[in-house]
C-alpha cells in the first residue's frame, strides 16, 4: 500500500523525539533478540551461551535485518508508529525493500565504529558503554550539521524521517 505524504507530513520530527523513538526501538528490540537467541540455541542444540557465539551474532545480525527491512518498507516499525515517525525516500514516497536493505546496512555507523576502534584494547565493559554512547551521542549532533536535520546514514541511503499524522481507525 503506497501512501502519499502530505506537505505537512513532511517535516522533520525533533531530534528527542527521534532519539526517543530510537531508545524505544532498543527496548522492543530485546523481545526480538530473546526470540531469535532461543530459536537459535534450540535448533543449534546449544548447551552453553558461548557456544556458537559467532553464528548466533549472525543469525542475530540477519533477524535485525529481516525485521527493520520488513517494516521500514511498509513505512514504520511499532517504535515508530508510536513515535508518529515515518521513513520515506527523498520525494516522500515509501522505500523499497533495496532501499530498506541499504538503510539497515548504513545505520549500523551508529555502532560499528567505536567498536572497531576499541576492538585491539582489553576495555571493561563500563569504557566500553561510556565510549559507544559517546558516539552515539557525536552521531546523533552531528545531524545538526545537515541542511534539513536528517540523520547521515539516512542522507547516504537516500531517505528522510519525517512526522507522521495517527492514522484514523
Not at 548447551?47 to 553464528?55: G, K, S
Not at 557525536?138 to 537516500?158: C, E, T, Y
Amino acid at each position: 500500500m503506497t501512501r502519499s505524504t502530505t506537505p505537512l507530513e513532511m517535516t522533520l520530527p525533533g531530534l528527542w523525539r527521534r532519539m526517543a523513538c530510537w531508545l524505544y526501538e532498543g527496548i522492543l528490540l530485546f523481545g526480538v533478540v530473546f526470540l531469535a537467541g532461543y530459536l537459535f540455541s534450540t535448533l543449534s542444540q546449544s548447551r552453553n551461551a558461548l557456544d556458537h557465539r559467532n553464528a548466533l551474532q549472525a543469525f542475530i545480525f540477519v533477524v535485525f535485518g529481516i525485521y527493520f527491512v520488513w517494516f521500514w518498507g511498509k513505512g514504520q516499525t511499532l517504535a515508530m508508529k508510536t513515535w508518529h515517525i515515518r521513513i520515506v525516500d527523498i520525494q516522500g514516497k515509501a522505500i523499497s525493500q533495496t532501499r530498506a536493505l541499504v538503510r539497515y546496512c548504513l545505520s549500523w555507523l551508529w555502532f560499528l565504529p567505536p567498536l572497531v576502534a576499541i576492538s585491539p584494547f582489553a576495555l571493561n565493559a563500563g569504557e566500553t558503554t561510556v565510549i559507544l554512547l559517546g558516539w552515539v551521542t557525536v552521531w546523533a549532533v552531528l545531524s545538526r550539521f545537515h541542511p534539513s536535520g536528517q540523520f547521515w546514514h539516512d542522507v547516504m541511503a537516500g531517505t528522510r524521517l519525517i512526522s507522521s499524522l495517527p492514522q484514523s481507525r
